[in-house]
């Protein structure tokens, strides 16, 4: 029982990455149209950021967790600007054509850099121990990422869903030139749009550095995961996003108890099956 | 929102052109054993041409960009070698066998990732690929990191010895221009225009009573057969089988190859291989900036050179000549 919800743990855990970084893809898709590939290298990022500020600087894990994202969202908006804006006439594809590229060099860079194995990276002093639940081990800090990353996403909904900017925003996923029309700077809100779904994964990358080791591969792998996740819960929407990313977290938990020779590609068979069954993602639409 | 397919404008070439232009490539590949070009890069380059040809086909031709070629390449690559060394098939049926496989696992994926289109197609086959890439680390058959190793040549039609470098070559040469010229043929088919007719407006061929499902499917099927064959030939070549074949990286690089070489055209694919297989070996030491060169060779590419090597120089010979 204990193995159980320790795997089951895990899933979540995983869950929450999948469900903050398929969130930022989702927002990113919505506006650009435009998968980023370059995701999973700046969750990556995120987490050298962490690890460069504790071991050069000495500076902590709180302040990276607010000064990463904006660092490599700053990042992310730069690329907008000079390279995806220059897409936006063309065919989706060479938006991502251009996001493997630019995903290839940063991957490249920092294992020549950092070598390719992991860097350890400490849990900050206030989330370490763990509590005893009666029915198994909790470590504090794996609560903590479960409990932040819902926050995240939540407010990320609650910001698109529920307020006028993020009516602003769903409007132009709709129709660019109406709103613009309306007097909104569209290309600034896409650049900022931008900005924000890379540092939504630059923040899930410094809560990733004290559970994985930080390696210049962490995010490589991980962006195919979530790219299955985005396929089967389809981009239509945010709460989707968020619900399928843990779902199939618990899901591949569960498996890596029962079975754990597929725990590696339960995700890619479930994504099969949907798309048999419901070509458009669980919660998508066809556009 | 343009669906349109991402080619520049194409450019027209007469088929005598592409006749004679053939022959040359066909002469100086026959020549170059003797001018002193390592065969071993040689069928490589070749093999990898192949390939990249195969996936222009797809991409190129039908507007589908997969992600997860190297499942084609890697698979029948694995079944070849397997056939080859364990049931002691002779290379000419271990390499049909391999590129069988391929087109089999290409009727499977190829039916379920058409169900979407564009940036999911993309999506949909690398995370397909990925799927196949554990299933060949676990399974025990392909001996994970190790790959199938000392694959046996053997004789071909129990005449030919490949074992002998010059005679492997010209096999190699052989089944890469017979690729060559039938997705050449394929192209300029009524199935290859109905093809770009889908490609460049999907909703207008269905009208006109095209099932485009079912050329999609084709044309998805016959892209996977050839690579598979690039990647069964080459596995005998190689006598190895193994997890590079399969990985996504090796996706990543085929569509390099095209897009460099110029995607929608027939010589670029070509092209774009001899470059990107000569540039590889050649920064051979340099290690991992290897990666950051092709992540590079990508965004320029993609920003300033769409049309790729081929596409520009026909393009320039188109403005020269008026």
Known sequence: MQALFGQLLIGLINGAFYAMLSLGLAVIFGLLN??????????????????????????????????????????????????????????HL?????????????????????????????IPPVLTGGMNLGFMFLPIYRGWVIVASLIVCLSTWYVIERTKLGSYLRAATENRALVQAFGINVPRMITLTFGFGVGLAALAGVMAAPIYQVNPLMGADLIIVVFAVVVIGGMGSIMGAILTGFGLGVVEGLTKYFYPEA?????FVIMVIVLMIKPAGLFGRER | MATAVPIATP?????????????????????????GIYPVFMMKALCFALFACAFNLLLGFGGLLSFGHAMFLGTAGYVCAH???????PPELAIATGTVASAGLGVVVGSLAIRRQGIYFAMITLAVAQMMYFFYLQTPFTHGEDGIQAVPRGVLFGVFDLSKILTMYYVVLVVFLAGFLFIYRVIHSPF???LKAIRENEPRAISLGYDADRYKLIAFILSAALAGLAGAVKAIVFQLASLTDVHWT???????????????TIFGPVVGAFFIIALESYLAGFG?????????????????????????????????RG
């Not at chain 1, 999973?40 to 950021?49: I, K, L």
């Not at chain 1, 725990?263 to 995700?267: A, D, H």
């Open chain 2, 83 to 89: 056939a080859a060394k364990v049931w002691g098939f």
């Open chain 1, 34 to 91: 435009i998968i980023n590939f370059t995701h999973g290298a700046q969750y990556m990022m995120g987490a050298f950021f962490a690890w460069f500020m504790l071991t050069k600087l000495g500076v902590g894990y709180w302040w990276s967790l607010l000064l990463a994202p904006i660092v490599v969202g700053a990042f992310g908006m730069l690329i907008e600007r000079t390279m995806l804006a220059r897409l936006y006439k063309l065919d």
């Open chain 2, 250 to 264: 090796m996706s990543g690089e085929v569509v390099l190859m095209t897009l460099l070489g110029g995607m929608g």
């Open chain 1, 94 to 122: 060479y938006g991502l054509l251009l996001t493997f590229g630019l995903a290839l060099i940063i991957q490249g860079v920092f294992r020549n850099e950092f070598g390719s194995s992991g860097l350890p990276y400490q």
């Open chain 2, 288 to 320: 991992e900036w290897v990666t950051v060169i092709t992540g590079v060779i990508f965004v320029v590419c993609v920003l300033a050179f769409r049309r790729g090597i081929v596409g520009e120089l026909a393009a320039w010979w188109a403005k020269a």
């Open chain 2, 11 to 35: 450019v027209r070439r007469s088929r005598s052109g592409v006749l004679v232009g053939t022959a040359v490539m066909a002469a100086l590949l026959a020549i170059a054993p003797f001018a």
């Open chain 2, 192 to 194: 290859g225009q109905v």
């Open chain 1, 263 to 267: 725990s590696n590609t339960v995700i």
